[in-house]
């Protein structure tokens, strides 16, 4: 079974988005990410490179870019709110 990256996304991203408000960007919900969960930001990297080392040259693997992480957690989010 595949390993979560980051426990609790939804919550997680309901408080950026209840201190920010809904109407938010893109770009102030990952500094806030950040900000209020650094520790998930570092996983996330950690992970991320640790499957870019894993991989065979020439092949990708499954996990989005840190960035796009993060964009993809906003975009599901962001309408909920």
Known sequence: MAQKVMLNRKEKAQ?????LG???TFEEFYEK?????????????AK???EEEN???GKTHPMP???????NLYNTYKNQA
């Not at 408080?15 to 201190?19: C, H, N, P, R, V």
């Not at 990410?33 to 990297?45: A, N, R, V």
């Not at 870019?65 to 964009?71: A, D, E, I, L, N």
């Open 48 to 50: 991320y490179n640790k």
């Open 55 to 57: 991989t065979k040259e």
């Open 22 to 24: 809904s109407n938010c």
């Open 33 to 45: 990410f950040k900000e209020l969960y650094p520790k998930d930001w570092t996983q996330i990297k």
């Open 65 to 71: 870019h840190p960035t796009q992480y993060v964009k």
């Open 15 to 19: 408080e950026i988005l209840k201190q």
